[in-house]
Nanobody
Framework: VQLGESGGGLVQPGGSLRLSCAAS????????MSWVRQPPGKGLEGVSV????????RYLDSVKGRFTISRDNAKNALYLQMIGLKPEDTARYYC??????????WGQGTQVTVSS
């Protein structure tokens, strides 16, 4: 199982980023997928989950209306569109196989820093 995140970076408050995750080594179309983050000095929190078909999603309350999870099963890819970013969104973001908290494989993560 391999999961590779990309798309992180430094952005000003109110800005946008799109995270991507390339998946390989397993049958992507049969798994729910999650985005999980770890803010500096804090524990892990599940940001968003999408089911295998892509027609059911759920979000952490603090990101509802600002983040959108999606997937492209033809490309074995997972995405997280983030708008209206806030300093409290600063974290390392991980792509994970499975529906949070029942995830069992993780990528290396991509850093998102929201700061002026």
């Amino acid at each position: 199982v391999q999961l590779g995140e990309s798309g992180g970076g430094l952005v000003q408050p109110g800005g946008s980023l799109r995270l991507s995750c390339a998946a390989s080594g397993f049958t992507f179309t049969t798994y729910s997928m999650s985005w999980v983050r770890q803010p500096p000095g804090k524990g892990l929190e599940g940001v968003s989950v999408i089911n295998s078909d892509g027609d059911s999603t759920r979000y952490l309350d603090s990101v509802k209306g600002r983040f959108t999870i999606s997937r492209d099963n033809a490309k074995n890819a997972l995405y997280l569109q983030m708008i209206g970013l806030k300093p409290e969104d600063t974290a390392r973001y991980y792509c994970a196989r499975g529906g949070w908290p029942y995830t069992n494989h993780w990528g290396q993560g991509t850093q998102v820093t929201v700061s002026s």
